[in-house]
């Protein structure tokens, strides 16, 4: 059983800063990358951030320059540092993590609960 673990969510100021954090925990073989989603009611999720276990990063353009991705392969955590957040970055932020639970298995998605970032003045 794999679980992911979000922390970090929670009601900011336009311009203020928040920092998610994710932690994978479980039997797990290999983890390839990990990264961050977004989704909101009505919307396709959609991705934020992206890390993989080479430290190959991807960003959504409406993101750029304002939030940082990274990772702990040892302790298999990724954390996404929001700053300057305006109000259209409101949405739930789900952990996903690319991993492989044992040799011989195939790869798969696992996905966070979620966590609520709320951008409000």
């Known amino acids: 059983q794999v679980q992911l673990v979000e922390t970090g969510g929670g009601l900011v100021q336009p311009g203020g800063s928040l920092r998610l954090s994710c932690a994978a925990s479980?039997?797990?073989?290999?983890?390839?990358?990990m990264g961050w989603f977004r989704q909101v009611p009505g919307k396709q999720r959609e991705l934020v951030a992206l890390i993989t276990s080479g430290g190959r990063i991807t960003y959504a353009d409406s993101v750029k320059g304002r939030f940082t991705i990274s990772g702990n392969n040892a302790k298999n955590t990724v954390y996404l540092q929001m700053n300057s957040l305006i109000p259209e970055d409101t949405a739930v932020y789900y952990c996903?993590?690319?991993?492989?639970?044992?040799?011989?298995?195939?790869?798969?998605?696992?996905w966070g609960q979620g966590t609520q970032v709320t951008v409000s003045s």
């Open positions: 996903n993590a690319d991993l492989r639970l044992r040799i011989g298995a195939a790869r798969d998605d696992y």
């Open positions: 479980g039997s797990i073989f290999s983890i390839y990358a």
